[in-house]
T-cell receptor, first 109, second 114 residues
Framework: QQPVQSPQAVILREGEDAVINCSSS?????VHWYRQKHGEAPVFLMI?????EQKGHEKISASFNEKKQQSSLYLTASQLSYSGTYFC??????????FGTGTSLTVIP | DSGVTQTPKHLITATGQRVTLRCSPR?????VYWYQQSLDQGLQFLIQ???????AKGNILERFSAQQFPDLHSELNLSSLELGDSALYFC?????????????FGPGTRLTVL
């Protein structure tokens, strides 16, 4: 049930770009992205719905391939504040929701 | 501040005991979710309530139970506690269904079982 994320961890220098992938073996209704900083609660970034609708922050971009049940989160011109663990979350129906395995992102000066 | 409150912030107890974690959702949110996060682990979905009714169950043990009250606050009851139950327990709320609504997370309750 749990979606798989890749890579598990990535280290970037400020200004570099990164892509985080999320893959599910089941048909998805939507994909969510959250960021969690150490010791804090997860914070919402974006929702991608089946059919193409998106809701989220303007500076975050992501894609959702409904046929492949895959989503990618694109982080461009990374800043130190982007550091944290990124989780995708997937909903198969309106209610059941599962978070992915997580990707640790570290941005260094 | 997400608007979701959880109490207590920390809880230390012994094996075999029972504890209750409390969550108050954001004003107007009807859905409440419970998650367990063990040390350096991901977020495990436990259970979801919508307007007082259970709507979805995840990897919740039989020793755990939850409910959502008429005022929409929720409680997660953990009984016969084991060492492995030590974790950070998050509550989240959303206006409606999980699939189409962002979730707002509370600060979490850190449970330590000795």
């Amino acid at each position: 049930q749990q979606p798989v994320q890749s890579p598990q961890a990535v280290i970037l220098r400020e200004g570099e770009d990164a892509v985080i992938n999320c893959s599910s073996s089941k048909a998805l209704y939507s994909v969510h992205w959250y960021r969690q900083k150490h010791g804090e609660a997860p914070v919402f970034l974006m929702i991608l719905l089946k059919g193409g609708e998106q809701k989220g922050h303007e500076k975050i971009s992501a894609s959702f391939n409904e046929k492949k049940q895959q989503s990618s989160l694109y982080l461009t011109a990374s800043q130190l504040s982007y550091s944290g663990t990124y989780f995708c979350g997937t909903a198969r129906t309106g209610n059941q929701f599962y978070f992915g395995t997580g990707t640790s992102l570290t941005v260094i000066p | 501040d997400s608007g979701v409150t959880q109490t207590p912030k920390h809880l230390i107890t012994a094996t075999g005991q029972r504890v209750t974690l409390r969550c108050s959702p954001r004003s107007g949110d009807l859905s409440v979710y419970w998650y367990q996060q063990s040390l350096d682990q991901g977020l495990q979905f436990l259970i979801q309530y919508y307007n007082g009714e259970e709507r979805a169950k995840g990897n919740i043990l039989e020793r755990f139970s939850a409910q959502q009250f008429p005022d929409l606050h929720s409680e997660l009851n953990l009984s016969s506690l084991e060492l492995g139950d030590s974790a950070l327990y998050f509550c989240a709320s959303s206006p409606g269904l999980a699939g189409i609504n962002e979730q707002f997370f509370g600060p979490g309750t850190r449970l330590t079982v000795l």
